[in-house]
């Protein structure tokens, strides 16, 4: 098996070298023209992970990892892994009470809602989101709050 793995994000789709790449218990490493080789492997099913500190922290794969690749007898898997920017979510899970009529606004400072006193963070609630075909989990800090990182682009 072998493969490339470049910078989706740039318009030359630009190679990255020295990216770590595992298959099951086999490791490589891109070249300077983000090329990887997997040697002699036996058919079967095999899970490709790219180790994420080797693409920078805040770039992801832009297929989601890991990967299940499907080696076959007598022929070459050739695989394109692009590399993109990664995306964040803030999420705060909070409970409010009623509004009052006309007299309790909450108000944004700086895109942050400022907190006021009848809102109040839910510590160890679990939120969930989901692409359709994976799904990431986070537990909300003390005051509610928690952090998705590492996400695909998309929805």
Do not use: W
Request: aromatic share 4%; proline share 6%; hydrophobic share 40%.
């Amino acid at each position: 098996m072998r493969g490339r793995v470049f910078n989706a994000d740039s318009d030359l789709r630009q190679p990255l070298s020295r990216v770590v790449l595992t298959l099951d218990n086999l490791t490589a490493v891109t070249d300077a023209h983000g090329e990887f080789i997997f040697p002699s492997l036996p058919p079967g099913s095999y899970r490709l992970r790219v180790q994420q500190n080797s693409i920078g922290l805040d770039n992801v794969a832009a297929v989601t990892m890991p990967l299940l690749v499907e080696v076959k007898k007598n022929s070459e898997t050739c695989l394109n892994l692009p590399v993109v920017k990664s995306s964040r979510l803030h999420a705060r899970l909070h409970v409010t009470a009623a509004p009052k009529p006309a007299t309790h606004l909450l108000t944004i400072s700086d895109g942050l809602p400022i907190q006021s006193a009848s809102s109040l963070g839910v510590e160890g609630g679990l939120l969930e989101m989901s692409d359709g075909s994976e799904t990431i989990r986070q537990v909300t800090d003390k005051d509610g709050s928690t952090v998705f990182a590492h996400l695909h682009p998309g929805k």
